[in-house]
């Protein structure tokens, strides 16, 4: 079973920009689709951004294409999202999730492993 730890979390300034890190133990982070989602109080959790196995094709969310990029090391076992221009509507518990079997990308329900979150607060 997989193991997902986010990091890089934190409170920054509207502008500001962020990496966050989510780190796979207990098996490959290569035999997974990868992504990133975000979840506000009392909100639907959301799909910000995922990559494909190999990490040649990214997809975003429309709220956060053009500022966020997903990204993967298959060596380190680690997925990263670096975020750009942040906006204090960003500010959400961000979660990494992987997807074994890609039959679909943008709902919780098509991901079979998760990790705990890290908050992101973006001040304006």
């Known amino acids: 079973q997989v193991q997902l730890e986010e990091s890089g979390g934190g409170l920054v300034q509207a502008g500001d920009s962020l990496t966050l890190s989510c780190a796979a133990s207990?098996?490959?982070?290569?035999?997974?689709?990868m992504a990133w989602f975000r979840q506000v109080a009392d909100k639907e959790r959301a799909f910000v951004a995922g990559?494909?196995?190999?990490?040649?094709?990214?997809y975003y969310g429309e709220s956060t294409e053009g500022r966020f990029t997903v990204s993967r090391d298959n060596t380190k076992n680690t997925l990263y999202l670096q975020m750009d221009g942040l906006k204090p509507e960003d500010t959400a518990v961000y979660y990494c999730?992987?997807?074994?079997?890609?039959?679909?990308?943008?709902?919780?329900?098509?991901?079979?492993?998760w990790g705990q979150g890290t908050q992101v607060t973006v001040s304006s």
């Open positions: 990559i494909t196995r190999s990490g040649q094709t990214p």
């Open positions: 999730a992987a997807n074994k079997d890609w039959s679909g990308i943008y709902h919780v329900s098509e991901y079979d492993y």
């Open positions: 207990g098996g490959a982070l290569r035999n997974y689709f």
